[in-house]
């Protein structure tokens, strides 16, 4: 069966230090992968999706970026955080169904 | 492009009491539907998606929704509510072509009291 994976579950970084969040996807070949951000009291917002290695579209300019250097690997990054880049992070691979992460906690201070 | 209405940012409701929570889409295309429910600091668990087929979907945890293409709307229902299912609920739409992307109403909090 396919799982999904994400780290670290919760995140407390200064303002102005980089991130990287890391998701991987298991038994699975070539999935579509997605990274979502859920500000507080907020819906999700789509941010990068990916249909392959290398591919990356990024839905909304913003202070990150995202990278999928291995077929089940898929990275959110940032070289400088701001304090409005806190807020919950969730990586998703899709068929027809989506299926999450179990999320990421950043908090920006 | 599609769009994702949840009327009601908050549900209060006694514990065994029916619950409704309202979602209507917009797409000038034919849709696939879902209904995600987030626990606290959790990721997001897929409670029911219509594909096609019946218009009644029974999904996990004792909820059903009901998909009405002339109305728009895909409203999740459940008859008798726990304690437990006090979460956000995220309605969902997504085009049925190939690599559309899913998007998301902006949620109903549940709270279920006693």
């Known amino acids: 069966s396919q799982t999904i994976h994400q780290w670290p579950a919760t995140l407390v970084q200064p303002v102005g230090s980089p991130l990287s969040l890391e998701c991987t996807v298991e038994g699975t070949s070539n999935p579509n992968l997605y990274w979502y951000r859920q500000a507080a009291g907020r819906g999700l917002q789509l941010l990068f999706y990916?249909?392959?290695?290398?591919?990356i579209s990024s839905e909304v300019p913003q202070n990150l970026s995202a990278s999928r250097p291995q077929d089940r690997q898929f990275i959110l990054s940032s070289k400088k955080l701001l304090l409005s880049d806190s807020g919950f992070y969730l990586c998703?691979?899709?068929?027809?169904?989506?299926?999450f992460g179990s999320g990421t906690r950043l908090t920006v201070v | 492009a599609q769009s994702v209405t949840q009327l009601d940012s908050q549900v209060p409701v006694f514990e065994e009491a029916p619950v409704e929570l309202r979602c209507n889409y917009s797409s000038s295309v034919s849709v696939y539907l879902f209904w995600y429910v987030q626990y606290p600091n959790q990721g997001l668990q897929l409670l029911l998606k219509y594909l096609s087929g019946s218009t009644l979907v029974k999904g996990i945890n004792g909820f059903e929704a009901e998909f009405n293409k002339s109305q728009t709307s895909f409203h999740l229902r459940k008859p008798s509510v726990h304690i437990s299912d006090t979460a956000e609920y995220f309605c969902a739409v997504r085009g049925t072509g190939g690599g559309n992307k899913l998007t998301f109403g902006t949620g109903t909090q549940l709270k279920v009291e006693l």
């Open positions: 990916s249909v392959g290695i290398g591919q």
């Open positions: 998703a691979w899709a068929a027809v169904s989506y299926t």
